[in-house]
């Protein structure tokens, strides 16, 4: 029989806490002096913590020490973590629920691959934690996004192959580890940005009825 697997970003796919991490970096860089503003906040969709101090850093051309960057990065959590303590299910992004019923439906399982440490928190604030068979975060990974890493840990919690698995994404990072994976890549979003993804769609709504059945024909090979 045949069978595939899902896995899901968070950020941008299942809620939308890029406006919780634009606040909260915004507040950082006012500290520091200097503007950040949500174009910038783009550049640090799909990567780790460290790496998106790293790019705000370069943005304010600010020098820190280590010390003062380890510093920074548990002040900013601390800020995230106010807001997305205010979550709930009503932040759920549209077609999330409606696709995740049609994967129940199907027998299909999915896990969650993202770079966010606070995913598991998010996940039961909006109330879906229970629905996923595994999750893989930012805890659970020594590579970021484009490293394959994330999507690859995502297949074993599948039990399955990387080319029987599927991704839905938002950010280039993540569509390029998911190429990279060797797995099927939906990006969700823009599809100018996202063109390397083998499907693009704005959002979750816009999925027709009979893609996941498609998407599992094709794999009857493998």
């Known amino acids: 029989m045949n069978k595939i697997g899902v896995i899901f970003d968070l950020d941008g796919v299942i809620v939308d806490t890029a406006k919780y991490h634009f606040l909260a970096w915004k507040d950082l860089a006012d500290h520091l002096g200097f503007e950040f503003t949500e174009a ?3 550049l640090l969709k799909g990567v780790s913590r460290v790496r998106s101090l790293e790019i ?3 943005i304010g051309k600010v020098e820190l020490s280590e010390e003062k960057k380890q510093e920074f990065l548990i002040s900013k959590n601390e800020h995230y973590l106010k807001y997305i ?3 709930g299910a009503e932040e759920i992004l549209p077609g999330v629920n409606e ?3 049609a994967l129940d439906a199907l027998g299909i399982q999915y896990v969650l ?4 440490k606070n995913a598991p928190l998010i996940l039961k604030q909006v109330n879906l934690y229970e629905r996923f068979v595994g999750i893989v975060d930012g805890n659970s990974v020594s590579k970021a996004k484009p ?4 999507f690859l840990i995502g297949a074993e919690k599948l039990h399955l192959k990387p080319e029987q698995c599927v991704v839905f994404e938002d950010a280039i ?16 979003g823009d599809e100018k940005t996202l063109h390397k993804a083998n499907f693009n769609f704005k959002n979750l709504t816009e999925i ?7 998407l599992m024909d094709k794999t009857k090979a493998i």
């Open 40 to 42: 910038h906040n783009e």
């Open 85 to 87: 303590t205010k979550m």
């Open 56 to 58: 705000l850093l370069d």
């Open 147 to 150: 490293d394959p890493e994330v």
């Open 208 to 214: 027709p009825d009979n893609f996941i059945k498609e």
């Open 113 to 116: 691959g993202s770079a966010s």
């Open 99 to 101: 696709l995740l019923d």
């Open 173 to 188: 990072a993540g569509i390029e580890a998911a190429n990279a994976a060797n797995m099927i890549s939906i990006g969700i």
